[in-house]
């Protein structure tokens, strides 16, 4: 591990990062699993689309409020904004405390649209400290370490939220209580952060969200290459919510597995990308440059794609819904699991090289509102995917037009890279 790993001025923001999308996670995937085995309906729409709007109202706030997250993680002390955000996270799974004791999910949905809120103004605030904590040598290793946590945290964030929705099915109350302890534990940690400094020059606030938006991306487009990246970036965003979204219906409905194999294949997602983020800083010793390392895994995300669209036209005749044990019992379903691990392997590897790039070579003063831009264009292309995905569920939710359709997306970024 690299020696500033645990030395106060990395190691606490690392543990509050880890733990707020843990608890992100928890609350996402318990919801998501509850919606999709109890066949939760809302407003006429089916529960795949319910699924799909879940991940709508998760991403919306990034769209709407990184402009205003970005603009006020370069006008104050990082270290103080984030322990006022993780407070106020507190409050919000309170609330969700009180979604889950009365089986409200309709407020549940409006409770996960505030937690991505509380996320959206955390994502700048904590990428944007880290320029300021660490020596640009330690830059590329501190973003691969913090990606690795990020995405471990989602993969156990995916393992307990599924664990515990079968658990507590029946009380789902003691859901609420778990994720209100994460919370306090996470503020408990962002306390520990030292002080950073409170940038001498205030940017200018807008109430007008969508003006924001326009200038946000203006800044972040105005320099064509840093452009090009950031757009770039989306990409990995786009294809995990996509499957995210995808994975629970495709489990349940064609694979025959139970709520156990839908969190094993959703964590494999978290477990590969930990794993690619980690390996990223060594691949660099072997290409030119990290954009480089970032082409290689866009090509290893595309190969594995196309060996999953092959796989999706296969389906499984058991009657009954299988447990992870009987379900790893067929090699096929092995392999299966295998490439959707490697998928993620590739995309860690994509990532890491694009958002180091990022701060590195953001103007001075600027960088978070940079990550602002970078989080508003990918609430934009997840919106899209969660959007696309509700389409496509009202016709049809063959897995083969799915991983069809994610394969032509990549292939578009892929060539676009190129030009």
């Known amino acids: 591990m690299n020696k500033f790993f645990f030395q106060r001025r990395y190691y606490p923001l690392f543990q509050t990062q880890f733990l707020n999308a843990f608890n992100d996670n928890v609350f996402k995937q318990a919801l998501i699993i509850l919606i999709t085995y109890q066949s939760y309906s809302l407003f006429g729409y089916n529960s795949k689309q319910v699924v799909s709007l879940a991940s709508f109202l998760f991403t919306l706030p990034y769209f709407l409020f990184s402009p205003q997250a970005g603009l006020i993680a370069d006008s104050y002390s990082k270290s103080r904004l984030i322990k006022i955000i993780k407070f106020i996270e507190i409050f919000i799974m309170v609330a969700a405390l009180i979604g889950f004791g009365s089986n409200a999910f309709g407020f549940l949905l409006f409770i996960l649209f505030l937690m991505g809120a509380q996320s959206a103004f955390f994502g700048p605030s904590k990428l944007g400290i880290l320029p300021e904590v660490v020596s640009k040598d330690e830059l590329l290793s501190a973003n691969g370490i913090f990606a690795m946590g990020t995405f471990v945290a989602i993969l156990f964030g995916v393992a307990v939220g599924g664990i515990i929705s079968q658990t507590y099915s029946s009380q789902p109350i003691m859901i609420g209580y778990i994720l209100v302890a994460i919370a306090l534990f996470g503020f408990a940690t962002a306390s520990f952060i030292p002080k950073s400094p409170s940038p001498a020059k205030k940017q200018k606030l807008s109430p007008n969200i969508f003006s924001e938006i326009v ?45 156990s194999v839908a969190t094993a294949f959703m964590a494999s997602f978290s477990i590969g990308i930990a794993i690619g983020s980690v390996i990223c800083p060594h691949l660099k010793k072997r290409f030119k440059d990290s954009l480089a390392v970032s082409r290689f895994g866009l090509k290893g995300m595309l190969t594995c794609n196309f060996i999953l669209l092959a796989f999706s036209f296969w389906s499984s005749n058991s009657e009954s819904l299988l447990s992870f044990t009987s379900f790893i019992q067929s090699p096929l379903m092995i392999v299966l699991l295998f490439f959707y691990l490697c998928l993620a392997i590739f995309g860690g590897i994509y990532i890491v090289p694009l958002q180091t790039y990022i701060q590195e070579f953001a103007p001075e003063g600027g960088c978070s509102q940079l990550i602002s831009a970078m989080n508003i264009l990918q609430g934009f292309v997840i919106l899209i995917s969660a959007g696309f995905l509700f389409l496509v569920f009202k016709f049809t939710s063959h897995p083969g037009v799915c991983m069809g359709s994610l394969l032509i997306f990549g292939l578009g970024v892929l060539k676009s890279w190129r030009q």
Do not use: R
């Not at 972040?220 to 090009?228: R, S």
């Not at 994975?247 to 709520?259: A, H, R, S, V």
């Open 215 to 259: 200038k946000n991306i203006q800044f972040a487009l105005k320099d064509k290459k840093m452009g090009k990246i950031i757009i770039l970036s989306t990409w990995l965003w786009f294809a995990g919510n996509f499957l995210i979204v995808f994975i629970p219906g495709y489990i349940k409905d064609y694979l025959k597995g139970d709520e």
